[in-house]
Each structure stands twice: as C-alpha cells, then as structure tokens.
C-alpha cells in the first residue's frame, strides 16, 4: 500500500491511517479554496469527513487483505456515510444552510459527478439517510460494537467540533435528517415531498461546486501519494522575460519610419496596459479588465505583460505571497500552436509544456505536469504517469494554455475528472482570448459562469480582442487603456518599483488607437449588400471568386480567401489551383513526408525542415540576405496552400509556417482557409476575401491583412463578398441558400439567428461608402452598431443560466460549447511508418494489453475530428480497437489511405470519397 507516504500517516501493517489521510484532505482542500473568513470551517468541516465511512467494520473488511467481506455489497459502501456526518457537524458548527447542503453534496459525490441537486437531496439521499435504511443502520450499529472511540475521533478532527460517536449515532436513528433535507428541496403535497428547486439556498451550484471540486482534488491528490509542494508550489512565467525580450527587439533598428512608428505605439499600448492593470487592482471595483485594441498591435504579449503584473501585485499583496496560475484560453483547438509557440520560444522563455511552468491542456494535447520524480529511478514509472497526469488536468501549474471548452464546460456539471481544475481559478487569473468568438446562444450562460468565477472563485479575468461582444458589454468591467490613461504614476509603488524605459511613450485614449490603425480599407461587394430586403439577390460563383482572387494576387502580394464551410474552401481551392500555372504545395509537403518516411508523433525532422525542404523540391529559393530577391521557377505563376481542421495538428504546423513564410514573400501566394484562421493565427496578407459573416468575423478576418504594415499605411484591402453554394447554377439569380446561410442561419456552429444575414447586410449598407471604406469605419463603428442591433434580437437562450440558478448539474452535463454537431477523432497515418505504428495500436487493443492507451495519448498530432454523421454515411471506416462500432470501448477511428475516407493536402484534408450530407455543412 506505502506510496511513500510519511511514516507517521502509516500502520505497522503499512496501510494509510484513515484519521491521516481525512486530516490531509482536510488540510489540502482548505488551503485550495483559500477561505479566511467562516467558510474555512464548513470546508474543512467536510473535507476531514469525506471518508468517515470507511470507518464502518464492513468497509474496513472489504480492504484489508488478511479478511474478507461477504455481506451486502451496499454496506461496504461510505460515501453516503460521510455525507450525514457532515451534515451533522456542519450542523453543530452553524453553518449556513447553503454550505452546510453544498458540503454534504460534495461529500457524497466527490467519486461522482454532481447531481441535480433538488431531485438527489429529497429523494436517493434522503432515503439512504432514514433511519428506516437497513444499510445505514448495519453499518451504524456496526461502528458501535466494534470502535465508537475511533469514530469519534474521526468526528472531531477538523479541530473545530468536540461531538462524540454517541451524539451523532442517536441523532442519526432519530432520523431528522430528512425532513431537514426535505425542508430545503422539497414541496409538501399530498402525495409525499417533491423535489422542488426552488426550495434550494440561493447559488447551491456554485458553492457545491467549490466545495466539491476542492474535496475531490484533495482526496485524489493524497490518495496517489502527490507531495504537498507539487499540489501548492508550482513554478511560474516571470514577466521580467518579456520585458528583456522587447527592449532587444526596440534596440533592432526598424527598416522603416512607418515599422519605427508602429513598434512604439505597440509598446504604448503594452506600458500603458501595464498601468491600467494598477489602476484596476487599486479600485477593486470590477474583477473583470477589457484590453480592446486594434489588430497588429501586439495583444498576446500586451495581454501576457498585463496578465503577469497583476499575477506578482496579488502575490505581493497576499498572505502567502503565493502566485496563483494564470489561465489563458482560446476559442479553437485548431489555433493554440501559434500561441504555444511563444511560450517556447527559447528566445523567451523556452518553457516545456511537460514540466512545471507551463500546462497546454486541450483535447489533443498530452496534459501532463512532471516534476524531478520522473529521473527518480526510485519512483515507479506508472506512478509518476499517474501524479503528472492528474496535476496537468488539475492545472496545478503557473501558466495555463487551454481553449474555450475546457474552461467553460468544466464549470457546466463537469465529471469528476473535469472538476480538478476548479481550485487553479481560486484568486486566479483567466485571459480570455477573442471572446467574441464564444457561440451566441451560451452569451447569457457566459455572463452567468462569468459572475461563478468571479464572487465565488474571487478569478480575475481579462478578456482581450479587437471587438468587445456584448456579453462584455452588459457586464460590470474595466477598460485597462482607459484606466491606463487616467492613472497617476506619480502616487503608485507598483509604477516606481517597475522598469525603467529610456523612451517616453505618454498614453492616449482607445480611440486614438484604433484612429490611427490605418491598415486596411474595405470593400463591401454587391453581393454582400443583397442581403438586404431592397436588392436583388445575388452571389458570386466559386469560378468567378477564383478569377477574381487570382487577378490579386498575381498583381503582386499574397491573397487570403476565407470560406464559410469546408467544402466551399476546398471548391474555391480545386478552381484556382485548375488554373494553368498555379501549384498546391500540398503535394509536396507529402511528398517530403512520404521521401522520410516522417511518423508524425515522433519525428525528429522539425517543421522548419520540412517547409524549407518543401520550398527547394518546388524550385522556390529563399534571399540570402536582404538585397536577394525570391526566386520562383518561370513555370509558376503561384501558388497556394488550404488550410482548415481536417487536417492533421502536425500538418497545419506545417502550412502555417509555409503560409508565413510566403505571405510577406515576392512569391505569388494564395491561402484558401476557413474562419479557423481568424483568431489567434498571425499571418499576414496584402489582400484578404472574406466570405460574408458577422461584423466581429469579418473585423477579425482584416487582422490577417497587412498587421504590421508590410504594405504601407492603408496598404491592404479586404473585400466583404457572398459566395454562393457550390452547386448553384445560376448565382446572379440564385436557388439555393449560399454557404452563409447555414452557418449564420440555420446554426450549423452556432446558434440560428433568423434574418442573421439581412442585419449584416444592413449595418454594411449603412456605411457612408462601399470602396476604400476606412478601418475605423468597421473594425469600431459598424461593429458597434452590428452588437447593437444583435443585442435587440435576443438570440441567446437562458436555459444555462437556469440550469445553474436551479442547481441542475446533471442537466448542465448535457450542454455542450461545440453546437451543431457530434464529432468523433480519427488517427490519420499517411506515411509507412504510421501505418505500421497503428497496425501495432490495432493489435495492443485486441490483446487488451493496457499499454495501448498510452500510446493512443501520444497520438494526438494526427488526430482530426469529423462528425459523426459523415462517419456514419461511411460505414467503412474502422475503429481503432477494432471492435465493431457500437461495442463500448475506444470510440476513436483509423485511416491508413484506403477505405471510404481520404486524405490530401491539396483539396481540403480528410473527408469522405463520396460527398455526404453532413460534410457540406461543416465549418473551420
């Protein structure tokens, strides 16, 4: 049993001691809420009891090797137990009703998910808990003849009660208890009580919640032995690094006065950002800070430098001098490399996201914290697996690299597993990047969950994009420009202990800003505008958008074309690339693959070999130095590149960096891609063609459009068009719904918003000009006017928020962030070695060798998403454990290259042979 825990938490037989581990827990899960007022009693109270069960004779049976249970399996169950101790201590204590019922929930489900709490409290735990239970009074009178004196030190050891086993085995026979748990989820009716939520103490979920998550890491955590320091102490991301590393890149001299310019005021925003975070912290009067700037002003590290000041000042201010994590979530999967790779950048800090400092935690991503244990040779491997698996789903970690859905949907009747996180957003701090990226339908959710993290987890939060939603809008913030230019330095520890910047850079208002960000100029095509009710309606053919996007980019400078489904991106793809003289580096990129025989979970070859490999096999050659020019073969007139989330996490590195590359090269370049690319991916074009969307997604497809200048001032044009269906056959005069309308309508992602594209439509038709339209215009007044007139629509539903006020976790289990579809993953091996190496994973899983699974986590840079529809349109394609597909087991899925499933770089990724349904439909 010893896990190396300390001597005195032992027996002489070598097992943990009960009364050790339940004051451990107690320990861990006060100091993981971080009370100082009451609270830390009913916490402790109830974490010190969790297991008070296991002291029944039966239980103690059940577990220890030299006997063995034979009654009924019920009786050796405990949680039910520990949870009427806790209501019974908590009781003596005084504890409020909201945590005295949210402490005894946790209890009783911290091995579970939490229930809805109405329907659970007045009936299964109720029941269990009558003193007409044949379980509870076997195990009771069991305690009784065997050891009432170590119950009763179980019962006293949070230290802040002094009742007796016989106190609390008497009043448990009395059975009161239920009708004191009927009195606070139940209705009186004729028929007997009936759950009702409305009985529950105000905000139930969110303190059940609070308590649970705290009991269960606590529990799970000392029960595999975790060391105290490596639940607590974590190492962090020191902000001095980004600093040190802007001050060298402000001593490069610029190429130009407009690149001089635009670093400085870059590095305005950031200082003044900085200010804004001691005005904000100095108030006290929000917990939650807007950073709205505009595109190409360096919101990442602004945001960081923000995120990691405030970190250090509530360290400081602390009684622990503690730094809490720092939680940095983005909308998509697909764009988390980017940002990944700033934080690895051995030029910064060149963190390992596999040891403390850094956690990336997505569902690909293989979320682990090892600490010096793993070249431990004493410790046993599987163990140390265990402890960095757990405390990287724990996010027990300094800085957090995560998306949308694993922040929020833990906080929406999370499993067990997923509620481990919780205690890293106590006092914490949360960047939410692009916020307005979040499905509109979960908008009044968010502002609930928002108002969770805020009172009851005490999490601070920055939210940072060009376009502020309204879900942040309606909420009490603070803008930290705003709040950076009112701030008096001269009366500020915080300023005069900061660094010292040999230029001065005075702050100035938001909307200097985004005056000044003259990047880009709109043009707003017919076909966008024929929304509108007083036009005709009109789009524009995929072979016309080709023609058009080819005019561009063969004109000079590299052209973005982003799409509203997968399969008109991979249409707009097969047109330009059918065009004489264009190239799809698709081809080549496998071609380099396939020459290495590359196994993309273990290569050793590095993506920047791969592309510069790709770039010398078509005949392209990099300048040697900055008088050298590109070279490109006469034979090609461009070329392109797609890029969506069918394909493989590896690949997209790839393209990306390919796309970087050529972007801002003299090489003709075309990238085809979907709104994937929209947030969080700094490429940068000359030209970009934005299929119609809502405002913010059309202002955030402008910031892949000359950010930082590289075209001149106004130097780049974004073209707002409507594409039409792929199929449509007369676009002038259409038939059939464009791409547009499923996806902003019909909610193929989102929520449906009915007459979505007649508003869009409307606030562009409302623009003083259709050519040359000034940044300003949209990125900040059409977008204003958009959230407006969306906010009178009322397209979010309140089902969540109702879900939480009524405690239904078991309901709120159900929600999802990803709307409009089921997805399932599949391996995609496209090189010899990779077919091997799942052959291999094939057979480990039909030997039922345990091995398997972890060789599956490490696959997770060829894994791609489909849905399950297109799936089941194509009834070929294999399971990964090679059972049929409705057999439980790993619902994961497998292409080597031959079935019904295909794979190409050049046309869109995976997809099926046949067009499906479902595949026409599907967005990013």
Known sequence: MNREYPLEQLTDNDALRLTAHNSVVGTRATRLVGFTDERTQWVRGGASLHDFGKATPQFQAHVRPDEEYTGPEKEKNHARLGALATWFVLGRLGAPDQDRLAATLAVARHHQALPDAARYTAEPLASALDESSAVLTAQIDAIDRQWPDAATELLQLSGDTDVTWDEFSNWAKSGVVVDELHELSARQELTGPKPNSAKLPEKLYDRTLHYWAAITLADKSHAMAIPESQVFDFATLDRETIESYIADLRDDPPSNALEAALNDERERARRQTIKGVHEWLNEGESSIATLTLPTGLGKTFTGLSAAFEARDIIARESADEQKRPIIYALPYTSIIEQTRSIFEDPELWGADPLQSALTVHHYLSETVVYH??????????????????????????????????????????????????????????VILDEPQALPKDWWDGITRLLELLTEEYQTRLIAMTATQPTLLRDLNTTSLLASGLEHDTSDCRACTNGPAYSTELPPVSKETYFEEAERVQYTIDDTALSHQLSRETQYISHDKAATRVLEETLAGGSTLAICNTIESSSVLTEAITDVNGVHHLGVDIQSVLDTHNIDATTTERSVSEIVHEVLANVGIRQPVDDDDEWTVPANLSAVALTLNSRYRPFDRRIIIELADLLSGSDVPFVLLSTQAIEAGVD????????????????????????????????GGRVVVWTLADPAEETPDSPSKSPPAHWVYERGATDVGIPGHLQLIATVLGNLNSFEEVADVEVSHHAVDEYFETLRQKSITTETIRKQIDEAKAGQLAQQSLIGGYETADVLVATTETEVDKMNRLTELFNDGNPEAYTKLDTASSIRVSLPMSTLEELPGVARIDGKERTADGVQVFRYTGQGTLQYELDSGGLRGKADTVSGRFTTF
């Not at 599987?382 to 990287?392: C, F, K, M, P, V």
């Not at 859905?405 to 906080?411: C, I, K, R, Y």
Request: negative net charge; glycine residues 8%.
């Open 683 to 714: 490429l940068s074009f000359k030209t970009v063609f934005r299929d119609i969307a809502p405002l913010d997604s059309i202002v955030q497809a402008a910031g892949r459009c000359n950010r930082s200048y590289e075209w001149g001032r106004n």
């Open 372 to 429: 010096d244990d793993r070249q431990d040779t004493d410790v046993d491997a599987t163990d140390t697996d265990e402890r960095a698996s757990l405390l990287g789903e724990a996010w027990r970690d300094g800085t957090i690299l995560t998306t949308f859905v694993q922040l929020f949907e833990s906080l929406t009747g999370p499993s067990n597993r997923q509620g481990l996180k919780h205690p890293a957003l106590d006092s914490g701090l």
